[in-house]
């Protein structure tokens, strides 16, 4: 994965990023439109030049001003997927995946055609041409061609950007299972919080040009200093559970974290399965006894970790449940007549309803979970 420290300017934007993303998996770069995501990632292509600073991965240096390094582009091994696919409009499928392991020459990773092909579903487009295909099957043949180019690392900027929501959600699972089949490193650019909550294992924000936290997804996404920049209507919590139960009466499935489970709607996979779920802050009711007679079905213990009483009518508090964080908004008013403060005891009501479910090809350290 990349480390990087390096300034550069563009125009009247500066960028000054730091990041060490040490672990393996996904990391994905999130911000709104204009913090400066693809910047970085063509930094890291070496399709902008850093004025100063240095850029390794892999364990490979290729850029570092001090130096004199600036390797070129067309040799750090990157597969680049742009927002649009930029595929050969006058070769067929086959023949744009064929350029793709062209390029690898002798740095060759083991990846092949015929693996890359099944595990993008390439299968029946190999003879077709790129203005014959949707969007979605677009990107994935853009994919493929990077992939074939034995990269040390792939960087996916905005790949879904373009697509309507049938097309993303066609794409997505294709997305999730890449590093597990692969084992190529992954920086995926995003300012769709539900595309980084499905796919990153690591999470940086990125704003003003700076990185303003990177971590793990879900001790990220649960941080209250950074509810502006994740955006507060889409605030919650990102956790990771395993599937422990169905319950064919009634359609639910139970979920395990830590010494505590969650009733969801029914969940199509197999007990032991790795299923994330997000919770959004605007979901969750605390109690300071449990309470009775409720039709949500999760009531579940924890204790205030976090709290941000804001100036208007809201306050946002962290809530330790079973090991992991949700998050939660309550209005001030509840905050004063619930006597709340750190470490006061509360019970997180959750509607199953309201959680959002997704079956991960691997767990969160990035093994594959199933």
């Known amino acids: 994965m990349p480390l990087l420290d390096f300034r550069m300017t563009q125009g009247a934007f500066a960028l000054d990023v730091k990041l060490d993303a040490a672990t ?4 994905a770069l999130f911000g709104r439109s204009g ?28 850029f570092d001003s001090a130096a004199g390094i600036d390797v070129p582009a067309t040799q750090r091994r990157i597969g680049y997927v742009f927002q649009d696919a930029r595929l050969f409009p006058h070769l067929r499928v086959a023949a744009n995946l064929r350029y793709g392991q062209a390029r690898a020459g002798r740095h060759g990773k083991g990846i092949e055609f015929d693996a890359v092909v099944d595990l993008l579903g390439l299968r029946d487009l190999l003879a077709r041409h790129p203005f014959g295909l949707s969007g979605g099957e677009r990107q994935r043949v853009a994919i493929g061609r990077a992939l074939l180019a034995q990269p040390d690392i792939l960087l996916l900027d905005e790949p879904l950007a373009s697509l309507d929501a049938p097309r993303k959600a066609e794409l997505l699972p294709y ?9 190529v490193p992954i920086v995926y650019v995003s300012h769709a919080l539900d595309e980084v909550v499905r796919l990153a294992d690591t999470l940086a924000i990125v704003d003003g040009g700076r990185i303003a936290a990177c971590g793990a997804l879900a001790d990220v996404m649960s941080r209250l200093d950074l509810r502006p920049l994740v955006g507060r209507f ?10 422990l139960r169905h319950d064919a009466a009634y359609a639910l499935s139970y979920l395990a974290f830590g010494d505590s489970e969650m009733a969801v709607p029914q969940i199509e996979a197999e007990p032991g399965a790795f299923v994330r779920v997000r919770i959004r802050a605007r979901d969750v009711l605390l109690a300071t006894q449990r309470p009775e007679g409720l039709s949500a079905r999760n009531v579940l213990a924890g204790h205030v970790v976090d709290l ?3 100036t208007g009518a809201y306050a946002e508090l962290a809530v330790v449940v079973g090991g992991q964080r949700l998050v939660a908004r309550i209005t001030r008013a509840a905050l004063d007549a619930l006597d709340l403060a750190l470490g006061s005891p509360v019970f997180a009501v959750v509607k199953a309803v309201a959680v959002e479910r997704i079956v991960r090809s691997r767990d969160s350290s990035g093994r594959n979970a199933g």
């Open 35 to 62: 913090a400066g995501k693809t910047s970085i990632v063509r930094a890291i292509a070496g399709l902008a030049r850093p004025t100063a600073g240095t850029i390794k991965i892999a364990g490979r240096t290729l």
């Open 308 to 310: 941000i009483p804001e």
């Open 24 to 27: 393996g998996g996904v990391l």
């Open 234 to 243: 889409e605030a919650g919590a990102a956790i990771d559970t395993t599937l």
């Open 175 to 183: 997305l999730d299972a890449l590093h597990v089949r692969t084992k």
